[in-house]
């Protein structure tokens, strides 16, 4: 089955000194050559792989531009097929123009990750490399980025296999057995695939895990500021973004009336939420407006608990804190600030302060600051579960992975209850399914279109 | 003298799927090979112009980056140094982290236009053909494009070597004749010399006068639309707008605050500004604003003047355009729009509109809409002079050209006045910088600082 020929402006939308055209299909070369003749002889080599020329782009007799092609021969390209890349002058009179000449010279618009599709299809990468290329070029941060290219270079995907390949061992001796089942044999050794079971559950446990850091790494770490009024806040705010520290500006979908700064901080990006409003009160309406604040620091992971050192409360502090906690996940951690350590370097003491990290600092004069974003930084590195060589950064991967977790725990619940092969089978194959899912050896087009849905068009 | 090793962005600001970085430099190739290792074998034939290769970016031992790259050797590039151009994936993180690693190996960040700068030093482009790169990317509509690509094709630049090395050659024997002043010999018929300057002067005040219609074309043509209240001007506008032109969106500089809409029509980018407000008054305060408006509609190359069909003012209508046309140029084409004919059909005379452009029409109908356009369309091709080939979009080419003509106007005074080989000499060869500086013979640091400073970064 012959796919059609598709194109789309590759490089970021908008002017620039060039821009980048790319095509794919078995008869991109085709498309190319009525568009484009290159300067000089063209080499005919038939071992090349690829060819870059200069030459014009002509619509009909009409002159568009010079431009600088490259052509990649099939199988290799990046999706497997002929592929031309075109850089132009990046008009975007130009740019248009030329989709505009693809399409009379019947090419299609490519859709959203088309490019990677097809490379996908043709098994030039796997599911989640796919995935972490649309990471890759999502990434901010030296953190992200490196797990990003840790995954696209089949990370997960090896150590996903090697684990299947056992299973897949097991479940076709057990297939056998059903082969032969008037014969009641046991090819398939139960107390081997118990300890099998177990050394797939301890690995996949442990990448699991990893998704706590993975997921930080690859969305960022929001961090609520909370706090009496007049404990320091804004002052704490302004200083963390105010140091020379670079901001990540460009995160997409924040809007201005959520009030989040972020710093990309030795690779992780911190946001900071700013929650002026939260204390307790028993004004109804108030009350609703605080309730809101807590749906978003309950999307925290770490709370900035603020304390006016100067003016400790120790009863206020500890009902508050209590509230905070009853309303928030086990996994958010509560770092506790006594700020206005310039003003007051007394002895400070309350036991019940001795169940959190609590920090002296002084917002105003840059007192043990940088002392937070370490603390929140080890915090996150430490999540990293050091049993796994793999993060996984994705929703899609974590679930498949929880869903073959149990899978394993009712195969092992049948081996126990020593059921037949057939139900062992049935729940072998389950678990084998999850798997191939993460990889895409197991896909389907529902699946399909929601991972390439969200990649950036000309990818 | 060896020039340093620059590098930008040259694709478009932002996230892409694919982004380009460039390099330029004798060194470039020397640089790019400590930070990228192609895969496969190196082809080193020493007969390859340029190369392109798939291959890893890595910094020391971290890999950064699965790249194509191409490699253009000199002299046979873009600015005629070793090039290097790296399309790496699109995210903003690579992006800058490249250009840092870039810096790290010793190249420096290119300033705007200082690739196109090194081809116009390196004699691979003249500097009309220069400014021609810029005025390319930044056209968004087919006919701005076309002039762009005819200039930077050297349409101007052959054009006006033609007339400035017969211009040479007469400079020459005239000079010739100083060295033997004394013998009183003419070498440089004085009668061939003034044919030859008409015949120049004729071909340059061709050139001269395209200016119209090149500036025109390429920074959109201003239509003012002016009317009493109630004469449908905004539904003019809106029944413009609203059929199915491409509207150009993206002119930079654009405020909200001045009402200005911009069509492309047939290539053409019509920009209409909306002047609300423009009346006869004796109210001084409102006077002052009519000025304002008057201001803004004296930059416009059309008026449209909307009168209401079924209410017309003979007295007033007269008063109006006679107190416009007193505040406006020659240049400026007042077309009279006779609107509501939907409402008020009878014969219409008015022997003061006969010196005007007159089109009944219906704005709320959409008849004779598409009239209008045409008809700014045909006034707008008609500026384009026949006489000549070249057309000019370039303010500075337009200054050059009058003084050129100037100087010449100058060199025939002299000529009919008998002066001696000296006096014509200095004319003949202030001219000849005049004309030199359109493609660059003649500059100066000042002239091409303020040149590329107009240039995007990475081209």
Chains 1, 2 share one sequence.
């Not at 118990?194 to 301890?202: A, G, H, N």
């Not at 895990?209 to 404990?231: E, H, R, T």
């Not at 002052?235 to 140091?243: A, C, G, R, S």
Request: proline share 1%; with cysteine; glycine share 6%.
């Amino acid at each position: 089955m012959q796919s059609d020929t598709i194109c789309a402006i590759s490089s970021a939308h908008g002017k620039g000194a060039i821009a980048v055209i790319r095509i794919s299909g078995h008869n991109s070369i085709d498309v190319l050559n009525k568009i484009y003749s290159p300067y000089g002889k063209k080499e005919t080599s038939k071992k090349l792989r690829r060819r870059v020329s200069v030459g014009q782009i002509t619509d009909g007799t009409k002159f568009i531009d010079e431009v600088v092609v490259n052509e990649f021969y099939e199988p290799h390209s990046y999706t497997g097929e002929n592929v031309v890349e075109i850089s132009c002058h990046g008009s975007t009179y130009i740019q248009n123009y030329l989709i505009e000449l693809l399409i009379k010279n019947e090419c299609r618009i490519a859709n959203k990750g088309e490019f990677t599709y097809r490379a996908f299809m043709n098994k030039k990468l796997d599911l989640s490399q796919a995935e972490a290329v649309s990471e890759l070029i999502s990434s901010k941060t030296s953190k992200s980025h490196e797990l990003a290219l840790k995954q696209m270079r089949g990370g997960i995907s090896s150590e996903i296999k090697i684990l299947r390949d056992k299973l897949i061992k097991f479940a076709s001796l057990i297939e056998l057995e059903l082969d032969f089942s008037q014969e009641d044999v046991e090819f398939a050794d139960r107390k081997e695939l118990m300890t099998l079971l177990d050394s797939i559950k301890f690995k996949i446990l442990a990448i699991i895990k990893s998704f706590k850091y993975g997921n930080a790494i690859k969305n960022g770490v929001p961090i609520s500021i909370v706090g009496q009024p007049n404990s320091g806040k804004s002052t704490l705010l302004n200083k963390i973004l105010n140091e020379e520290r670079s901001i990540v500006s460009d995160i997409e979908g924040t809007t201005r009336d959520t009030i989040e700064e972020m710093i990309n901080y030795n690779g992780i990006e911190m946001r900071f939420i700013d929650t002026a409003g939260i204390r307790n009160t028993d004004d109804k309406i108030e009350k609703i407006g605080i309730s809101r604040t807590y749906e978003k620091i309950s999307s925290s992971l770490f709370i900035l608990y603020l304390i006016d050192r100067s003016n400790y409360n120790s009863s206020l502090t500890k009902k508050e804190i209590q509230s905070i906690k009853s309303k928030i996940s086990d996994e958010v951690k509560i770092i506790v600030l006594l700020n206005k350590f310039d003003l007051n370097k007394s002895d400070f003491k309350d036991n019940f302060l001795e169940n959190f990290d609590c920090f002296d600092i002084s917002a105003k004069k840059n007192i043990g600051v940088e002392k937070i974003l370490k603390n929140i930084e080890q915090n996150v590195i430490n999540w990293n579960d050091i049993n796994s060589d793999i993060v996984i950064t994705n929703q899609r991967h974590y679930s498949s992975l929880t869903n073959t977790i149990s899978t394993i725990n009712e195969i092992e619940k049948g081996l126990e209850s020593k059921v037949s092969g057939e139900f062992l089978s049935i729940d072998i194959k389950k678990s084998l399914e999850y798997l191939g899912e993460i990889s895409g050896e197991i896909s389907n087009e529902d699946l399909l279109d929601s991972i390439f849905r969200d990649f950036c068009i000309g990818k």
